[in-house]
């Protein structure tokens, strides 16, 4: 059961030591360079995407407001601070865009009937882990389990790679409680994966 | 660019176990759930349109608020052709400046005309996206107008727009689809055939000949029935023209904003923008005979100020 995230580009970008090219394209943006729009769109336009899909029931609404979010980064290049984040401000418009669009669409659907209130997050269909292993299939649905906020941290840390200060600007904590969350997120798919095993064994 | 191992969890999460066994474990933790990670939502034909788009705002925007570097870049480079790398899937694109057009040749040797303002994108290895059938179709994403001679080949070639998908083996036809005018997809045939769907509408195609036009509009997701227009009428902005048909005015403001990279307005009453109009230069005129037709026909005024040209 070999896991193909090993190979990975990202993997492979890590063990190079290529440094952060983030920094490089917030200064290329705030000269107006459209170019640095270009390269940061091609590094994070997937990972948006899909977190975006994470709130939102249709992909096209997940596409308008990954759009909206890099028109809305041109429009504010010029007030980027070099010193934060670029990725984490992008996943947190995303995240505050598609919450406002989640309301909106709540509103007008409770306006039509009785409308109780699901959970904010959702995990990804069975489709698109089709191709995973049976211990990923297994992973997935434990995680699907855990409270709402762990999972969000957990997928950003771990799936999309932001560092636990990218997260907190994400999620509008602080960077301990997202802490907090990934151990105890980390922890409770550990006691599940020894039940497990124990089962196997007996 | 990933700030995470994926062989041990982050160390402001080790740090918090004293345990090392339990360290160890919440380690393993970490990479098994590389097994579970979702795969991609990758709709590569939906994110080059996007791209497009984006760059089509953002260059309008740079060039109204023009930063030194932007000016210097625009003014140097009739067109920007983007190359990222040399990785096979990478992207080209080519963005005409307002006030030019460009002419380019694809890797197929098929050749493109692209109006002002256009953006146009292919991968450098010219495929489509994906695997299988659909890798194997000779794809362009295009925001803007333009028009194609495509080479005969065995390989389709297909050309999207954010709301259409036009499909031909080779021939000449032109493509008009801005978003941001929300205009729709205009496509008309000037030799061989072309079909043309909406983005969503894998079967319902409606075949073109020569001489023949249809509109995938902003709101429909089908394509209208073929309606005629002269050959010669197809992208006469090749030449210089500027042609809009029942159409209504602020498309055609726009368009003349394009063509001769000014900026225009418009009186403060929004339905004078929704007035339909039909216009047909065949080829170049000065800005000046443009804005008096329009003004004459709609009984306004225009005046040139300090940031452009005003109709009242």
């Known amino acids: 059961m070999r896991s193909t995230y090993g190979v990975s580009p990202i993997h492979m970008l890590l063990n190079s030591e290529t440094p952060d090219p983030f920094p490089d394209w917030t200064r290329r943006l705030r000269q107006s360079d459209p170019a640095a729009l270009t390269c940061v769109f091609d590094a994070t336009h997937d990972g948006l995407v899909g977190y975006a899909l994470r709130f939102l029931r249709d992909a096209a609404s997940a596409h308008d407001i990954v759009q909206a979010t890099f028109i809305k980064l041109w429009e504010h290049r010029e007030s980027l601070d070099p010193d934060r984040s670029m990725r984490g401000w992008l996943y947190q418009t995303v995240r505050n865009m598609a919450l406002t669009r989640l309301r909106d669409d709540r509103r007008h659907e409770a306006s039509l009937a009785g409308w109780e209130d699901p959970p904010v997050w959702r995990d990804p269909g069975p489709e698109a882990l089709l191709e995973a292993s049976e211990l990923?299939?297994?992973?997935?649905?434990?995680?699907?389990?855990?409270?709402?906020r762990q999972r969000e941290a957990l997928t950003l840390s771990r799936f999309e790679g932001l560092s636990h200060e990218e997260i907190a600007t994400v999620m509008d904590i602080a960077p301990r409680t997202v802490n907090n969350h990934l151990v105890r997120g980390l922890q409770a798919l550990r006691a599940r994966l020894q039940v497990e095993h124990k089962q196997e064994l007996t | 660019m990933n700030n995470n191992s994926p062989d041990t969890a982050p160390d402001s999460v080790r740090a918090s176990?004293?345990?090392?066994?339990?360290?160890?474990?919440?380690?393993?933790?970490?990479?098994?759930?590389?097994?579970?990670?979702?795969?991609?939502?990758?709709?590569?034909?939906?994110?080059?349109?996007?791209?497009?788009?984006?760059?089509?705002?953002?260059?309008?925007?740079a060039r109204r608020r023009p930063s030194p570097l932007f000016g210097l870049a625009a003014a140097a480079a009739l067109v920007m052709a983007v190359g990222f790398s040399a990785r096979p899937g990478a992207w080209t694109t080519v963005t005409v400046p307002l006030a030019d057009r460009a002419q380019i040749t694809l890797p197929d040797g098929s050749e493109v005309d692209l109006d002002a303002g256009t953006t146009l994108r292919y991968r450098q290895d010219f495929r489509g996206w994906g695997w299988g059938a659909g890798a194997r179709v000779r794809t362009v994403a295009l925001e803007g107008s333009?028009?194609?001679?495509?080479?005969?080949?065995?390989?389709?070639?297909?050309?999207?727009?954010y709301n259409a998908v036009v499909r031909v083996l080779g021939t000449e036809f032109s493509v008009d689809a801005r978003k941001d005018d929300q205009a729709g997809t205009m496509v008309a045939v000037a030799e061989g055939r072309v079909s043309v769907r909406g983005s969503g509408e894998a079967d319902a195609t409606v075949a073109l000949t020569p001489g023949e036009r249809s509109v995938v509009a902003d709101a429909q997701e089908t394509a209208t029935a073929a309606s005629s227009i002269s050959v010669d009428r197809v992208a006469p902005w090749r030449t210089g023209g500027l042609v809009v048909i029942d159409e209504p005015l602020r498309q055609f403001v726009r368009a003349?904003?394009?063509?001769?990279?000014?900026?225009?307005?418009?009186?403060?009453?929004?339905?004078?923008?929704?007035?339909?109009?039909?216009?047909?230069?065949?080829?170049?005129?000065?800005?000046?005979?443009?804005?008096?037709?329009?003004?004459?026909?709609?009984?306004?005024?225009?005046?040139?100020?300090?940031?452009?040209?005003?109709?009242?």
Do not use: C, N
């Open chain 2, 256 to 312: 003349v904003e394009r063509r001769y990279g000014v900026s225009i307005t418009l009186p403060a009453d929004r339905s004078v923008g929704e007035r339909r109009a039909t216009f047909y230069y065949p080829t170049a005129v000065p800005i000046e005979r443009v804005l008096s037709d329009l003004a004459t026909t709609q009984q306004l005024r225009w005046s040139r100020q300090a940031d452009g040209y005003v109709f009242e």
């Open chain 2, 17 to 61: 176990v004293s345990d090392p066994i339990e360290r160890e474990a919440l380690d393993a933790v970490w990479r098994a759930l590389a097994e579970a990670k979702p795969a991609r939502y990758v709709d590569a034909d939906a994110s080059a349109a996007m791209l497009s788009v984006i760059t089509a705002a953002t260059t309008a925007r």
């Open chain 2, 146 to 161: 333009a028009f194609f001679k495509v080479v005969s080949a065995a390989q389709p070639f297909e050309v999207h727009s």
């Open chain 1, 136 to 148: 990923g299939r297994a992973m997935a649905a434990w995680m699907a389990e855990l409270p709402e």
